[in-house]
């Protein structure tokens, strides 16, 4: 891992308060499983991880339980109840979830990059395309929707096609640290720039790369917005066999209206039961496991 002082251009931010309410011993069973969370279960290796990833349809990277959904880190540790230490450079969990962040990046058999919110996300590619109909930035909406940093970068990489973070930052003319930083951000959030690898030798750098590169079919592929919302609701909660207010948005980066709108989508479809106002439960495979369960927020989303 880097030094301490090293800032990683794709990483974790904090997302706010975990979800309150107190889940159904059943459900928490269920996340276990799905999420692995079981030492029976824990991710050792990129196969095992891109599986992961693939059951699952997204993941963040280095979250642990203090945060609502599925994460890489927390499935490295195999048990519900972990937590990043204070110091994580001397962490052996944390250290090998960043390894295996790194060959994931590598192999680019799933999608990673720092999404929306600033989080640090795996996507399988069959996400891909309801991310992106989402929070990507088409080519026609550029002018409009990326800063003149973001879009100086961008044209560089267009160019080149692979470039190491330095020599990016020099030929986009974005010298400046903080900003260039902002101009990555901004590109990885509208889903037009990922990681492609990673190196430590001579200095720790990324090299960066364009998505529908790695990625066409799914970054190419057109889906409306209801479509999309649906489907990220859907993708939740068939691993996590309840969401409880808040928790979409929370997870995802999605608003708490869209939120809603992807699950009642899913309850006018007869995948979801709504159980009280924001929380829904599987219609099949958990079963009515939440009968008489009470959450402690009571938005409907």
Request: glycine share 8%; net charge positive; proline share 6%.
């Amino acid at each position: 891992m880097p030094a301490p002082g090293d800032r990683d251009p794709a990483g974790d931010v904090p997302l706010g308060q975990a979800v309150k309410a107190q889940l159904p011993a059943e459900i928490d069973d269920y996340r276990d499983y799905h999420w692995r969370r079981e030492g029976t279960q824990q991710v050792e290796t990129a196969f095992d991880a891109e599986r992961f990833i693939e059951h699952v349809g997204f993941a963040a990277c280095l979250t642990d339980s203090r945060r609502p959904g599925p994460s890489l880190y927390v499935a490295v540790c195999g048990r519900r109840d972990a937590v990043l230490p204070r110091n994580v450079q001397k962490d052996p969990e944390a250290s090998s979830t960043w390894l295996l962040k790194d060959d994931l990046v590598k192999r680019g058999k799933v999608y990673y990059a720092k999404l929306a919110r600033g989080k640090a996300t795996f996507l399988a590619p069959r996400m891909i395309p309801y991310f992106h109909a989402i929070w990507g930035v088409r080519k026609a909406e550029e002018k409009t929707r990326l800063s003149k940093n973001a879009r100086a970068v961008l044209k560089v990489l267009r160019g080149e096609w692979e470039m190491a973070t330095s020599d990016l930052r020099d030929e986009s003319g974005v010298k400046d640290r903080a900003a260039f930083t902002r101009a990555m951000d901004e590109l990885q959030a509208a889903m037009i720039v990922v990681p492609s690898e990673v190196y430590y030798v001579p200095k720790f750098t990324y090299i960066w790369t364009l998505g529908v590169g790695k990625f066409p079919d799914q970054l190419l592929k057109r889906v409306n917005r209801e479509t999309a919302l649906r489907e990220i609701a859907r993708c939740f909660l068939a691993s996590a066999g309840m969401t409880v207010p808040g928790e979409l948005a929370r997870v995802t980066g999605l608003s708490r209206s869209d939120a809603g709108l992807g699950n009642h989508a899913l309850v006018d479809e007869g995948y979801a039961s709504r159980l009280a106002p924001g929380t829904y439960e599987l219609t099949n495979g958990v079963g009515r496991v939440a009968r008489g369960f009470q959450p402690s927020v009571t938005e409907d989303v």
